[in-house]
């Protein structure tokens, strides 16, 4: 009983640890039209780059050199 309680414990600790990083790396870091072309080309393989930049800045407003008032994150979508 008092290993699983630690056990348990410790396993709460690391995903809780782990999710803060990957919340903290997102926040900190904007993402822009360079770093999500890979991305962008592998989900939509048909299309340009041009037209990719084109669907990016119709989302992100800015072209990624700032947050766009009109951006809203996948968490703010969601309701999280």
């Not at 009983?1 to 600790?13: A, F, S």
């Not at 080309?41 to 700032?66: F, I, V, W």
Request: hydrophobic share 40%; with cysteine; charged share 15%.
């Amino acid at each position: 009983m008092k290993k699983t309680l630690i056990g348990g414990i410790i396993l709460l600790v690391l995903t809780l640890g782990a999710g803060a990083v990957v919340y903290a790396a997102e926040e900190d870091g904007i993402l822009n039209f360079g770093q999500m072309l890979p991305h962008m080309q592998q989900k939509h393989p048909d299309m340009t780059t041009e037209q990719l930049n084109e669907m990016y800045k119709s989302c992100h407003g800015t072209g990624g050199a700032e947050k766009s008032s009109n951006f809203q994150s996948m968490q703010g979508m969601m309701g999280i």
